[in-house]
């Protein structure tokens, strides 16, 4: 939890390719068309291959989809594209058993190949629940020879949505059911003897699927023969940027954890889009390893004693984390206030931002603060709650004191940053919020401490500046002043560190301030010095993102190459992602593939733009029932594909509305919205 190191899995054939071990993680994506359309479904895997895709993944609804296949596969052959192609399956196991003839891989979905999904809350038996795993044995037994006959790999593929009545009656809706119905599957494959297996554990929610990730590791690692290689992704990711900083937080968080062999970013749009994101995503982590290290299958143990202990491989196996990696639970902090606003407990976290401008720009300045502060917007509106500015001389002093009075009541939310001791004592009754940059080797006499003993105006946070040192020396440094203040009683304090990684730097700072027993507030800085716009968000949602999905942060700031809107934006998706602080409508909408009837993209931006001002409101958009009820127990509103240019509404989990035109769909959700008393009108 504290390095990266990845985790070794078995390799796993994939065609032409292979995955897990110390094969290089892959990027897939996944057509939209019609599998019986073979002209289209050609030309999209054409544009995909060409695009660098790794692995395409088709949808197959009926066997005569899967027929349809091997024509498929044959004009892609013809055409010298040998991308590994994968058939996804819900529901028909004669669907699968015809398909794993034309593909390098078989997705199933354990919770509903060969068992029905009513999502219903009845209650099994002991006797009913053994008897219908059984059942499902029965019939997966013969995919199973039928991929080995066939040398084809399978990948058991559980969605949160979409969990058996029987799992959800005994685990509930949870990372708990989730890893119990894959591992079910494993079971399965393993007593057979086939072991050309990989899982995946997929949600809309970003935190329950992490959660889900790990908690899988932890228990098919201690209980099955080998490590197994993990296909990662957010399902019902969405569109536009907040689909991109939802998938690389949740992806993101399991690569920075050493998880993941295969990933692939589900976005509301052309699929094309989907294969540069990846890449950004896994570039770091590919750069790790060599690709030409040693091949093999890579054995779980070598020792049969430790077969119920965690994996020698797994990343929660040599230290404790700082927190429950399989649920989530926020950092306990202290509450200050700064501006009238809580900070720490159980407020949401604030966002702060950094003024580019120069105090000694007077003009810029005030007019960029202006702009971040944007104060003709309501108070909890999406903007910068708190710019900082550089104070580096007495001139800046001046120009400060010029600024805060030009601005008025806006001056409350200007924050200041120095690493000069005479400035920042000076600062102390300035304005509200101080940090003071510290260095590896910076020294403090008793006036450091003295001067934050005695009676002062501002809150101080206290950064430490992350360059060269290694990632365990923030934690040292910091933890060293804090325990000093803390023995003190010093209050209105904060920490931070400000670096360009900086998930394992804050895991260890958290660790080590837990263990101390200091529970001072931690506003996460991110400094991204990318100037590609897609690298950015990227960085700056898995670095950031990771933590506040893992309970750590109560202040966000983000130094990048965006644009002021776009970086304000960006926070809070993060914060919204991690579901901490909900700032605009969660929207949960799927890609769309061949099992979608009607224009899914164009439905989703009409239902954005009409929608999108309602604040905390979950809606989900999906483009059949494959996931769409059970993902939508997350969500409050529910729009789902029933048939072509047919659409069902769901209020939660329950149909209210059924195979009504598309024409109508979306006036009609607006009138449910104002039913169920949820509705405001735009401002």
Known sequence: MYQYRRRVTREVAFGTIALGGYQPIRVESMTNTHTMDTAATVEQCRRLYEAGCEIIRLTVPTEKDAENLGNIREQLRRDNIDTPLVADIHFSARAALKAVEFVENIRINPGNYATSQKFSTNEYTEEEYLK??????KEFIPLVEKARQYGVSMRIGTNHGSLSDRIVSRYGNSPEGMVEA??????????VGYHEILFSMKSSNVRVMIQSYRLLVQKADAELLYAYPLHLGVTEAGDGDEGRVKSAMGIGALLEDGLGDTIRVS?????????PVGFALVKKYNDFHLVNGDRGHVPLRHVIESRNKLAINTPFSDE???FNPFSYQRRVSSQLMLAGLAIG????????????ALLSDRDAVFEEIVKRLAPEKPQDAIRSEFVS?????EEDLDALDELLEKLGEMAHFVVASTSDFALFSRLLNTVSKVRFDIIEGERFDNDFFQLLDNDRRAVVELCFLHEESGDSVPARVLVHLAEKLSKRKTQQLLFSVLSDHVVFVYRRLVQAFKSRSLDYPLLVRFRGDASDRLETIIKSSIQAGALFCDGIGDMLSLQTSLSLDDEVHLAFNILQGARIRMSKTEFISCPGCGRTYFDLETAVAEIKQRMGHLKGLKIGVMGCIVNGPGEMADA???????GKNRISLYVGKECVEENITELNAVERLISLIREQGKWVDPV
């Open 132 to 137: 219908e795993i059984e059942h499902v044995r």
């Open 182 to 191: 894959a591992l079910e599957f494993a079971r399965f494959c393993e007593d």
């Open 267 to 275: 976005l509301t749009e052309d699929p094309v889009n989907e294969v």
């Open 320 to 322: 404790q984390p700082p």
């Open 345 to 356: 407990g159980d407020a949401v976290p604030r966002v702060e931002t950094e003024a580019r």
């Open 389 to 393: 500015v550089r104070v580096n001389s």
């Open 636 to 642: 409050d509103f529910g729009y789902v594909g029933a």
